[in-house]
C-alpha cells in the first residue's frame, strides 16, 4: 500500500469501528429497556397470582386451579409452584414461546430475564414459591427489528465507506510512475484533481448517515417508544426552559391520566393498549401542531403533560381536550376513562413544583369520581402548600400511623325511619394539629402510594373501636384493591376477633366494586367468606351495576348490595330510569339480597326508592331518626323472599 493511502485505510478502518461501536450500544441499549419491561411484567403477574394463592383456606386443589386458570390466559410460557423448604411441586406448567422472525442464534447471544419469582404465605413464614414467565416472543421481535433497522444502516456506511478506499488505491495505481519525462507529460492531457472532491461529498454522506444514527439513539434515550412523545426528564427539561423565559402571567400546564390502566391493559392487552395510549398521544399533538410553542410529553405510564405557553386558557383547554379525549374511537373501544388536571399562571418556579401544583389539581379531578366532569384547573397563586407524590404519601402514613383519624358517620336508614347502621369514612389529620381532610382530599394520593390497604385497616378498627363505645352499628368500605396486598384479608380477620364481644355483629364491610375494577375473583369470594364467618354483615358496593358474580358472591356470605343514588337520579319522573330501578331490585331480592342506595338528594326520589322496595338508603334527603346513642340493631336488613 502506498504511503498516501494509509491515511485513508486508516480514516476507512476508524469509520467501521465507530459503526460496529454504534451498532453495539443501540443493541445493548433496546435489550436493557426490553428487560426491564419483561421484568416488571413477570413480578407484577407473579405478584397478583401471589396474592390469590396466599388466602387462607385454599386446600392444594383450590390452589391448582387459580394457577392454572392464569397459565391458560396464555400470556406466560411457564408457571411453577413449589412448597416451602424442598416440599414437591404443586404446579409446574410450560408452554413453548410464540414463534418470532428472530433466529435462534440471536436469541441466544442476546437473552432476556427468567421469571419473577415471589414468595407466598406471611412475611416471615414463607409457604412455597411462585415462578412466572411471561412470553418473551413479543420482546425478541422488538429486539431483533431494532437490530435489522440499525445493522441496514451500519453496512450503508461501511459500504460507502470501503468505496472511498477503493477509489482512492485505483488513483493511486494508475498514476504515471515517478520519474516519467516531460514527453509523457506533454502527449498525456493532465488530469484533473476531480477524486477529492468526489471523496469529499462521499464523506459528507457517510458523516450525516451517522449523525442520523446518533439521532436515533439520541430519540431512544429522550422519546417514549410507544407514543413518540418526549419522556419525563426530557419534557421537564423543556417545561424548565419555558420557566425560565416566561414572564408577565406565566404559563398553563395541564396533566392527562389514563384512569386505572393497569386493568385497562389487562382487559384489552398490550398491544390494543399501546394503540390506545398512541391514540392519548395524537389528541395532543392536534395542540400541539396547532400552536408550536406548546410542548406535550409522557410522564409514566398513565399520565401525559401539555404545557401551554400563555395563562388564562387553562380551563378551557382543559375540557377541551378531556371532550376530545372522550371522543376518541380508541378510548371509547377500549371503555377507558380519562381526568384532567392543571394550573394556570405558573411563573418563577421549578419545574418539579409546576408540575406537583398540576398534580395536585388532578388529584381533585380524579377524586370527584365523575368521569363526565373530571377535569379541575386551580389558579397558581390559589395553590397554597404544593405537596408533590412522594409527600403526600408521607404524610397520609405517619398520620395512620400515630393515630391521626377519625371517621366520619352518616346514617342508613329504612323506609319507617329506623337506624340500620352508621356509614363510615375515614377523615385523616395531614398536618398535626390541623383539620381532618375528608377522603376526597386525599383518597387518590393514598391509591397512587399504595396506602389504601392501611387506610382501610385503620378504619375497620376505628369502627370496632367505636362500635365497642357506644354500641351502635356501623359500616366502613374496602377497597379492592386492599384484597392484592399480603396479609390484608387476615389482618381484618383478627382485628374481627379481637373486637369486644359483640362488636363484629354490629359491623358491616362493604367491598367496593367499582366499574373499572373488572370481574369478581377468587380472593374476593375468600375475603367475603372468611369475614362473614367471623360475624360481619358483608355488603358489596356497586357503583358501575351489579355485577353477574353475585350468585357465588351470595354463596360466600354477601348480605346485601349498595349502589349511588346517580344511577338512579329522575327516578320519581323518568319511566325508563322506573324500569331499570325496577328490575334492579328485582334481581337483587331474587337472590335474598337486601338493597341499599347511597346518596339519595331528591325527596320525591326517595319516596320512589320505598315505593319500589328498596330496603334502605342513605343521603340529604333522609334523616336519622333513631335516638342519639341507642343500639342500630332494630331495623333488618333481610330482604323479602323471592
Not at 374511537?329 to 376513562?337: F, K, N, S
Request: overall charge neutral; charged content about 20%; hydrophobic content about 50%.
Amino acid at each position: 500500500m502506498s504511503r498516501g493511502s494509509r491515511p485513508m485505510a486508516a480514516a476507512a478502518a476508524l469509520t467501521g469501528l465507530l459503526l460496529a461501536a454504534a451498532l453495539a450500544a443501540d443493541l445493548r441499549a433496546t435489550q436493557q429497556a426490553l428487560a426491564r419491561q419483561l421484568e416488571a411484567r413477570n413480578h407484577d403477574a407473579a405478584a397478583v397470582l401471589a396474592a390469590a394463592l396466599s388466602q387462607p383456606g385454599q386446600d392444594e386443589q383450590a390452589l391448582r386451579a387459580v394457577a392454572m386458570a392464569q397459565f391458560a390466559a396464555g400470556h406466560t410460557v411457564h408457571l411453577r409452584v413449589h412448597g416451602a423448604g424442598g416440599a414437591p411441586t404443586v404446579v409446574d406448567l410450560r408452554r413453548p414461546p410464540a414463534p418470532t422472525a428472530a433466529p435462534g442464534w440471536f436469541r441466544r447471544a442476546l437473552p432476556l430475564p427468567a421469571a419473577g419469582v415471589v414468595s407466598l404465605g406471611e412475611p416471615g413464614r414463607p409457604a412455597g414459591a411462585l415462578e412466572i414467565e411471561a412470553d418473551p416472543a413479543w420482546a425478541h421481535e422488538a429486539l431483533w427489528e431494532s437490530f435489522l433497522r440499525t445493522g441496514v444502516a451500519a453496512i450503508v456506511l461501511a459500504l460507502l465507506s470501503l468505496g472511498v478506499l477503493l477509489r482512492a488505491l485505483i488513483r493511486r495505481s494508475s498514476a504515471p510512475p515517478a520519474g516519467a519525462g516531460t514527453q509523457a507529460a506533454a502527449t498525456l492531457p493532465t488530469a484533473t484533481p476531480a477524486t477529492p472532491d468526489a471523496a469529499l461529498q462521499q464523506w459528507h454522506e457517510a458523516f450525516a448517515a451517522q449523525a442520523e444514527q446518533v439521532a436515533h439513539l439520541q430519540r431512544q434515550a429522550q422519546l417514549d417508544a410507544v407514543t413518540g412523545l418526549p419522556l419525563r426528564h426530557a419534557f421537564l427539561g423543556q417545561l424548565q426552559q419555558r420557566l425560565d423565559e416566561t414572564g408577565g402571567p406565566g404559563l398553563a400546564l395541564l396533566i392527562v391520566r389514563v384512569l386505572d390502566l393497569e386493568t385497562v391493559n389487562r382487559r384489552l392487552g398490550h398491544a390494543a393498549t399501546d394503540r390506545l395510549l398512541g391514540a392519548v398521544a395524537d389528541v395532543l399533538l392536534t395542540y400541539v401542531d396547532r400552536v408550536p410553542a406548546m410542548r406535550a410529553g409522557r410522564l409514566n405510564g398513565s399520565d401525559f403533560a401539555l404545557c401551554l405557553p400563555v395563562a388564562g386558557v387553562a380551563a378551557e383547554t382543559a375540557e377541551s381536550l378531556r371532550n376530545a379525549l372522550a371522543a376518541a374511537p380508541a378510548l371509547r373501544t377500549g371503555l377507558a376513562e380519562v381526568a384532567v388536571g392543571g394550573v394556570d399562571g405558573v411563573r418563577g418556579v421549578a419545574a418539579g413544583d409546576a408540575l406537583a401544583a398540576a398534580d395536585a389539581a388532578l388529584a381533585r379531578a380524579e377524586a370527584d369520581g365523575d368521569p363526565a366532569a373530571a377535569s379541575v384547573v386551580l389558579q397558581a397563586s390559589a395553590q397554597g402548600e404544593v405537596l408533590g407524590a412522594g409527600a403526600w404519601t408521607e404524610r397520609i402514613h405517619r398520620a395512620l400511623v400515630e393515630g391521626r383519624t377519625t371517621l366520619r358517620s352518616q346514617p342508613v336508614q329504612d323506609a319507617q325511619g329506623r337506624l340500620l347502621h352508621l356509614e363510615c369514612t375515614l377523615q385523616v389529620q395531614l398536618r398535626p394539629g390541623g383539620p381532618h381532610e375528608p377522603a376526597d382530599r386525599w383518597r387518590a394520593a393514598a391509591r397512587r402510594g399504595r396506602l389504601l390497604w392501611q387506610v382501610d385497616l385503620v378504619a375497620v378498627e376505628r369502627a370496632i373501636e367505636a362500635i365497642a363505645a357506644d354500641g351502635r352499628a356501623r359500616a366502613v368500605q374496602i377497597s379492592r384493591s386492599s384484597l392484592s396486598a399480603p396479609g390484608f384479608t387476615t389482618d381484618v380477620a383478627a382485628a374481627l376477633a379481637a373486637a369486644a364481644r359483640g362488636a363484629a355483629r354490629q359491623l358491616a364491610l362493604e367491598l367496593v366494586n367499582d366499574a373499572r375494577a373488572g370481574a369478581v375473583t377468587a380472593p374476593v369470594a375468600s375475603a367475603l367468606s372468611l369475614w362473614a364467618r367471623a360475624g360481619v354483615r358483608m355488603g358489596l358496593d356497586c357503583s358501575g351495576g351489579a355485577p353477574p358474580e353475585l350468585p357465588e358472591l351470595k354463596a360466600a356470605g354477601l348480605q346485601y348490595v349498595k349502589i349511588d343514588a346517580g344511577q338512579l337520579q329522575g327516578l320519581a319522573h323518568d319511566d325508563a330510569v322506573r324500569s331499570y330501578a325496577r328490575g334492579l331490585v328485582a334481581l337483587v331480592h331474587g337472590l335474598g339480597l337486601a338493597l341499599l342506595v347511597g346518596g339519595v338528594r331528591d325527596d320525591a326520589d326517595a319516596v320512589a326508592l320505598w315505593a319500589l322496595g328498596v330496603d334502605a338508603a342513605s343521603g340529604p334527603a333522609l334523616t336519622d331518626t333513631s335516638p342519639s346513642g341507642t343500639s342500630c340493631s332494630g331495623a333488618s336488613l333481610t330482604a323479602p323472599g323471592p
